[in-house]
């Protein structure tokens, strides 16, 4: 539904919703190849696909979701920047700058886990899985790598964040109160007589003062919609990773329900993802509202359309 809504509507084509559109995609292939193939994998108790065709669903789920992660840091860090530097860095922040980044965190999340798929895969005519006991020092590596230190860095960055925002909306409300001294505000002050604004026109301070309302409402928006699919994530993961680390030191620790159970978790977060941006994101929901409506139109055509020829 994100990617739908991204390609569809012009409104939400900006330089920032790159991002969003590497975490849909990274999402789609998630719901569309890994778990499809995860679940018949869950179903028949064995891998009926092959060896090859085991590397690479193996290598496409923990790289797809290493995307998402990644993002996820990239969204916060450009967040960040936006309103520590809101002239500079969004002025700076070009389609020729953006897109190489997105491309590189396919890049980064392939060499994290290709080591592992070649030194940790268990796959025969039984399994498909890595196993994080063949090979400690890359499941604690790669454990840190994706997801330890992108969460610390996510959390250091939300913080800064909403301190930023608290200091900048103290600042303006201070500058809203302060009365510049001109001429005529003294002469009226003086001969208590009370400022007019004539018929007909609008107060500047007042025009002002609803824009900068506006703009705060849409930075402490965004940052809530994107510190709740943060928030997600944390959940939806935690389980998964402390598996993967426990069974990396005790494998008969872990039961395989228990490590199945947390690997399904962490593919529910990219179902979520969609359903976050719905319920707090209002151009997503605008979006959403005018895809939803144009699918069933088709569909009530196409429902006419056959109606008509069977008559």
């Known amino acids: 539904m994100v990617l739908v809504a991204l390609v569809r509507e012009r409104m939400l084509r900006t330089v920032y919703n790159y991002f969003i559109l590497n975490l849909a995609l990274a999402d789609l292939s998630v719901g569309l190849v890994i778990m499809p193939l995860s679940a018949t994998y869950v179903a028949f108790g064995n891998w009926p696909f092959g060896s090859a065709m085991c590397v690479l669903w193996v290598l496409m789920d923990f790289g797809c979701r290493q995307v998402s992660i990644f993002t996820l840091l990239l969204i916060a860090g450009d967040r960040y920047c936006s309103i520590?530097?809101?002239?500079?860095?969004?002025?700076?922040?070009?389609?020729?700058?953006?897109?190489?980044?997105?491309v590189l965190t396919w890049a980064v999340?392939?060499?994290?886990?290709?080591?592992?798929?070649?030194?940790?895969?268990?796959?025969?005519?039984?399994?498909?899985?890595?196993?994080?006991?063949?090979?400690?020092?890359?499941?604690?590596?790669?454990?840190?790598?994706?997801?330890?230190?992108?969460?610390?860095?996510?959390?250091?960055?939300?913080?800064?964040?909403?301190?930023?925002?608290?200091?900048?909306?103290?600042?303006?409300?201070?500058?809203?109160?302060?009365?510049?001294?001109?001429?005529?505000?003294?002469?009226?002050?003086?001969?208590?007589?009370?400022?007019?604004?004539l018929p007909g026109t609008s107060d500047p301070s007042c025009s002002h003062s609803h824009r900068i309302n506006r703009q705060e409402r849409r930075e402490i928006r965004a940052v809530r919609t994107l510190a709740v699919v943060s928030v997600v994530f944390l959940v939806c993961w935690l389980p998964f990773i402390t598996m993967y680390l426990v069974t990396a030191a005790c494998p008969a620790c872990v039961s395989s329900t228990a490590y199945n159970v947390s690997y399904w978790l962490a593919y529910i977060n990219s179902s979520l993802n969609p359903i976050v941006y719905s319920l707090l994101s209002p151009e997503f929901r605008k979006a959403f509202k005018k895809v939803l409506r144009i699918g069933s139109r088709a569909t009530s055509q196409v429902g006419r359309q056959s109606t008509l020829q069977a008559g």
């Open 109 to 197: 999340a392939v060499t994290i886990w290709a080591p592992g798929v070649a030194s940790s895969l268990a796959s025969d005519a039984e399994q498909c899985m890595l196993k994080p006991s063949s090979n400690i020092a890359f499941t604690v590596t790669s454990a840190m790598l994706s997801y330890h230190l992108p969460v610390v860095s996510i959390v250091a960055l939300y913080s800064r964040m909403t301190v930023l925002l608290i200091r900048k909306m103290k600042t303006k409300h201070a500058k809203r109160k302060i009365v510049p001294l001109d001429m005529p505000n003294s002469i009226s002050k003086v001969s208590g007589q009370a400022d007019e604004v």
């Open 84 to 102: 520590r530097w809101p002239t500079t860095y969004v002025a700076r922040r070009t389609a020729q700058r953006t897109i190489p980044v997105v």
